[in-house]
T-cell receptor, first 116, second 111 residues
Framework: DAGVIQSPRHEVTEMGQEVTLRCKPI?????LFWYRQTMMRGLELLIY????????DSGMPEDRFSAKMPNASFSTLKIQPSEPRDSAVYFC??????????????FGPGTRLTVL | GDSVTQMEGPVTLSEEAFLTINCTYT??????LFWYVQYPGEGLQLLLK?????DKGSNKGFEATYRKETTSFHLEKGSVQVSDSAVYFC??????????FGSGTRLQVQP
């Protein structure tokens, strides 16, 4: 299995531009999570999906952030318009409700976003 | 709400030294506990886990015991190697499924 795939690995953009981050979860996993990592705030959950349905988006910082999961193999996190304070590493993770995999999450390599 | 508190880093050790990274938690309900490791430039990897009181998680020489009475899940290793240099995150989850992470502890092992 290829693991969780994220793209791009690095993104540099200017303030005000739209940014789209992409994630492909592990095949067969029914949970998908988006986290953000910064020096100041550590790792924060932004949103998570179960069977493509958003379950908890209370961590999404503001309306500039939106996330979708149109099918079981793809999710996007969009920031529009982007601001310098959005600069962070964004991780996608997936997990399964299958027996013996109690809440273990598998993380992608992350997307390092820099907003100038 | 749920929270995880880890010792501040960085922790700097010589090779073959004993490692302890402290982790305590507060949680509503009965959490599962995890240690994740993040190597430079990579995502997080599960290191070990424990799902009920007195369980011991172990992997690659690392161990942690779920202590309900002290709400702790300290990470230990008897003899660290340079290759163990990384950031270690303690985390928990309750019925919510999503993980609540500690702030992370950077470990630097010198030859």
């Amino acid at each position: 299995d290829a693991g969780v795939i994220q793209s791009p690995r690095h993104e540099v953009t200017e303030m005000g531009q739209e940014v789209t981050l992409r994630c492909k979860p592990i095949s067969g996993h029914d949970y998908l999570f988006w986290y953000r990592q910064t020096m100041m705030r550590g790792l924060e959950l932004l949103i998570y999906f179960n069977n493509n349905v958003p379950i908890d988006d209370s961590g999404m910082p503001e309306d500039r952030f939106s996330a979708k999961m149109p099918n079981a193999s793809f999710s996007t996190l969009k920031i529009q318009p982007s601001e310098p304070r959005d600069s962070a590493v964004y991780f996608c993770a997936s997990s399964t409700t299958g027996t013996g995999r109690n809440n273990e999450q598998f993380f992608g390599p992350g997307t390092r976003l820099t907003v100038l | 709400g749920d929270s995880v508190t880890q010792m501040e880093g960085p922790v700097t050790l010589s090779e073959e030294a004993f490692l302890t990274i402290n982790c305590t938690y507060t949680a509503t309900g009965y959490p599962s506990l995890f240690w994740y490791v993040q190597y430079p430039g990579e995502g997080l990897q599960l290191l070990l886990k424990a799902t009920k009181a007195d369980d011991k998680g172990s992997n690659k020489g690392f161990e942690a015991t779920y202590r309900k009475e002290t709400t702790s899940f300290h990470l230990e290793k008897g003899s660290v190697q340079v290759s163990d240099s990384a950031v270690y995150f303690c985390a928990l989850t309750t019925g919510r499924r999503a993980l609540t992470f500690g702030s992370g502890t950077r470990l630097q092992v010198q030859p």
